[in-house]
Every structure is written in C-alpha cells, then in structure tokens.
C-alpha cells in the first residue's frame, strides 16, 4: 500500500479501505458472539495527525518521518458497542496501534448514511403515517415522494426527557429527531411547509419510539397544494410574496487574463504572494489550513473551524430541542457539496476533491469539495489621525 508522500496529506481511498478492513477483522476477532452477520457500521475513517512536536522537529530536519496513521470509530450495531481505533498504515500493511471503548451514554457522530436511514424509519412508521393523514389531511400515497424528514442530534438539558429511558434494559439509546416538512413540488423551498410532529428514532432498535407535536388543538388541514415557494417560475402565483419581479442587476464580470496569482504543488500545496500553506480536509472539519507561513516564518501551524452551535430560537415545544454542534453532531466535510463555476466560485478555480467513507468504510469522493479562488476587497485597513483629518479638510477656513 504506497502511503502519500507528506504526514499531513489526506488518507487516500486505498489506506481507507486498508484501515476499515483492519478495523472490522479486529471487531470480528475479539467480540463474543459477533460475526459477519452482524452490521459494523462506521461513522468515520479519517487521518490521525501527528502530534505537534514529531512534526515540528520533522520539518526542522531533526526528527524521523511520523508515523502514518488513521481514527476510526466503528460500532458493532446489535450490540450498540462503539470503539475509536487507531490503525498503523504503512508499505508492509495495516495493524491496530490502539483500541479503546466509547464511554457509555456517549455517541459517535451521525454520517449521512445514519440521516438516510432515519428518514426511511420514519417514512416506514405505520403510527407517524396515520397521523400525519389524520392531522394533515394528506394522502399516504404521497409520502415517498413528499414527505421530507431532516434529520437532527437531540440535545436535551434534563435527563428526564422520555426518549432517553425507553430501553428496559437501560442502555443509551442512539436517538435521532427527524422534523418532517411537506414538499410536494420538486422546486418547493423544502422548509416553507413544515409539518408540527417530530419523531424520534433509535437507530440502533432501528425504529420509531416517541412522537411529539404542539400541543393545543389540532391545526387546519393547511393547503398543501398551496405555492409558498421562491423559485423564479413560481413567484407569480406565491400565495404571500410580492409578484412583482425587481429589476435585473447590471452585470459584474470578473475576469482574470493573466491567470491567478496563486501557484498550488505537490497536491495541496499553495503559494500567494508572500503566503505559503498547506490544505487539507477531513470528515468533521472539513478544510483545514497546516504550516501557514509568510515570508518563511510560521504564522500557525493548523487552522480550522472547530466547531458551529446554532440554537434556532423557536421556544415553542417541541421545537426548543431545534439546535445542533453542525461540526461534532454531523461533520461539515460529511456536510461539502460539489462546488460549481457561477454559482459557488467566481473568477479563476482550482478546485480539490476530498476522500470520505461511507458507514461501511468504503471510500467515496466528493468533487470539487474545495474551490480557491481570488478576491479584490480593496484597502481593508485605513487609518485616520485626527490632526491630520482636520488640517486637510478644515486648514484653510479661517
């Protein structure tokens, strides 16, 4: 298995797959009553970075090549028991370095295969069905193809919220809410008809097991024919935005004829002006920014968005428990959609596209998950001095 050529370079395909399989075999092997009939599912197969200080005295030349490693954590299902590994890459093959348990009462992060599931419970739940046509009014029959489920984490600041303690056998569940939206034409804004029940799946039970609404009386059978949505076909007959369209802009090109002033080597590496950096992305990060450097002194040595809190504000039950970590909950390179010249990049593009896993440990790639692009903002930074402002404007009045 060649290994890439950097220790802060990405995992490729083949070292994912090399480290899921180490990880599953070590799960088969060592796990009573677990064989290849039980799902293993991952919720991430990721580079583990070098500590700081093997890689600081690696790019000083004073220290050995740092070991080439990846994190996993996978979950044996039936048995809701989930590890965090680390896995030894290397020329001769893959070896478990470390294996540790997930604390109980934790959960590992949800991937998208976790929110795709959900959806299917839900949709699949014969008690949710009923009352959504009984509450709603709507057809069953419409269900696959417009009932929309978003799946969310539960935060919750008590622990006497009822989903919690479901189990008889007192095991933590792994819950997820899905709030539920109607959206019955393929352009519909996918929020504009929410739905007032919201689900809560075990996902490892694999099933429904609490559903909560507003309270107070039952809402009106709303209209959910009716067009509340913004794409530009629809505003003529939107039954509450404006009809009128406003006037077009006047166009803004940008254009560069000599190219861009960036230079990008070795893969990830990029060169702007005085500014040196080397790019990176991950599962839960998303881009991360190693060895910054100006004029060949450290500025830092990695950057990243740690983490995103977004509390929705709606203090009406059930939807106070609205709030998601976007990083910790689901991953923001989990999250990256493949960029598009026009719509998401202007001016010249290099994009880069990551390598994620999916909840087997098969490796996938997201195109164009990065793009780099050039911006003039003009003078960021101006200073004014008092005097001097004065004398240039006011100096010559007497």
Sequence with gaps: MKTPTHPLDDLTAAEMTAAASTVKSDLLSTSED???????????????????????????????????????????????????????????GASVASKSAVPEGCQPLFSPDDCFLAEEIVKADDAVCAELAERYGVDPADFDTCLVCDPWSVHVATPDFEPLKWRPDGRAARLIQCFLYWR??????????????????????????????????TPPKIGFKTNVNYH??????????????????????????AGPNFVVTEGRVVDWDKWSMRLGFNYREGLVIHDATFEGRSVMRRASLVEM????????PPFERKCAFDVGDYGLGYCADSLELGCDCLGHIKYFDAV????????YVTKKAICMHEEDMGVLWKHVEYVSFYFRSYGQLE
Excluded: W
């Excluded at 990846?70 to 044996?76: P, S």
């Excluded at 809190?309 to 009406?316: G, I, K």
């Design 309 to 316: 809190a977004v509390p929705y504000a709606d203090p009406n």
């Design 232 to 257: 530009r076909a629809s505003l003529e007959t939107n039954a509450y935005l404006p009809t009128k369209h406003r006037t077009p802009m006047k166009p803004l090109d940008v254009t560069q004829p």
């Design 184 to 217: 019955n034409d393929e352009a519909d804004n996918q929020y504009a008809k929410p739905i007032d029940l919201l689900p809560v799946v075990d996902l490892h039970a694999r099933k429904v097991i609490s559903v909560s609404k507003q309270p107070g009386a």
């Design 34 to 92: 677990v064989d290849e009939s039980h799902e293993i599912r991952f919720s991430y197969v990721t580079l583990a970075e070098p500590p700081k200080a093997a890689m600081r005295a690696y790019l000083a030349g004073e220290g050995p090549v740092p070991a080439r490693q990846a994190e996993v954590i996978a979950t044996i299902v039936p048995k809701m028991d989930a590890y965090v590994f680390v896995v030894n890459l290397g020329e001769d």
């Design 356 to 363: 994620l896993c999916d909840s087997k440990g098969t490796p």
